[in-house]
């Protein structure tokens, strides 16, 4: 499920990479290393909950895409909120902290299949946020700026290639239960879910990708 998953949200970015790229902006295609300027986005058997880009690379670890399928499959299941929805979401986190999950490609309904993309593809492109960036700006400005701007390109990047924007917050909860002390670096997740939400409404944001 998460290769032909991960291949999508890689075509969907090249499509809109090749429409920037004819209206002079220069956009890294993805998933193609081999093209010019290419990033190569790659899921690594990494229990651990992380994503992280080079210029040249994006790596989701699988603990963190089975978070986010996970968490799209209780939230459809129960209806995304209530007593049921906070057990079997908790439950599901303890098992990926632990390790003890079940590592094998999750099989989702439709619905669940759909959440999940929306989530995985906010993942992706604020990952490919950073790799663009690197290259355009040398990720100047301090850190915590640098991630709204990933997130805010995200979104942008959702809306351009056609996902609706239902998984973004299922990223900042599941990442806010997950690990609820925020990554280092990282500002905390609702500070990070308000601007994305600014910016899925198109609200013109000071910063991106000057
Ligand atoms: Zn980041």
Same mark, same amino acid.
């Given at each position: 499920?998460?290769?032909?998953?991960?291949?999508?949200i890689?075509?969907?970015?090249?499509?809109?990479?090749?429409?920037?790229?004819?209206?002079?902006?220069?956009?890294?295609?993805?998933?193609?290393?081999?093209?010019?300027?290419?990033?190569?986005?790659?899921?690594?058997?990494?229990?651990?909950? +992380?994503? @992280? =880009?080079?210029?040249?690379? !994006?790596?989701?670890?699988? /603990?963190?895409?089975?978070?986010?399928?996970?968490? $799209? #499959?209780?939230?459809?299941?129960?209806?995304?909120?209530?007593?049921?929805?906070?057990?079997?979401?908790?439950a599901?986190?303890?098992?990926?902290?632990?390790?003890?999950?079940?590592?094998?490609?999750?099989?989702?309904?439709?619905?669940?299949?759909?959440? +999940?993309? @929306? =989530?995985?593809?906010?993942? !992706?492109?604020?990952?490919? /946020?950073?790799?663009?960036?690197?290259?355009?700006? $040398? #990720?100047?400005?301090?850190?915590?700026?640098?991630?709204?701007?990933?997130?805010?390109f995200?979104?942008?990047?959702?809306?351009?290639?056609?996902?609706?924007?239902?998984?973004?917050?299922?990223?900042?909860?599941?990442?806010?239960?997950?690990?609820?002390?925020?990554?280092?670096?990282h500002?905390?997740?609702?500070?990070?879910?308000?601007?994305?939400?600014?910016?899925?409404?198109?609200?013109?944001?000071?910063?991106?990708?000057?």
């Amino acid at each position: 499920m998460f290769g032909p998953m991960m291949d999508e949200i890689a075509d969907r970015f090249n499509q809109a990479a090749s429409v920037a790229r004819q209206n002079g902006f220069d956009f890294d295609y993805a998933g193609h290393p081999d093209a010019p300027g290419g990033v190569s986005i790659q899921s690594c058997a990494d229990g651990r909950i +992380a994503a @992280s =880009a080079s210029t040249s690379q !994006v790596r989701i670890s699988d /603990g963190l895409l089975l978070l986010l399928a996970g968490s $799209a #499959e209780v939230r459809i299941a129960t209806g995304g909120s209530g007593d049921e929805f906070n057990a079997k979401l908790d439950a599901l986190i303890k098992t990926i902290l632990e390790g003890s999950h079940d590592r094998s490609d999750p099989e989702l309904s439709g619905d669940a299949m759909y959440l +999940a993309s @929306s =989530a995985v593809a906010f993942v !992706v492109y604020h990952e490919l /946020g950073h790799t663009q960036m690197a290259r355009l700006t $040398a #990720e100047a400005g301090d850190q915590t700026s640098v991630e709204m701007k990933a997130d805010i390109f995200a979104v942008h990047a959702m809306k351009e290639t056609g996902y609706d924007m239902s998984g973004v917050d299922l990223v900042f909860d599941a990442l806010q239960r997950a690990v609820p002390s925020g990554s280092m670096n990282h500002p905390s997740t609702t500070e990070r879910a308000e601007i994305a939400l600014r910016a899925g409404r198109g609200e013109t944001l000071d910063g991106f990708m000057e």
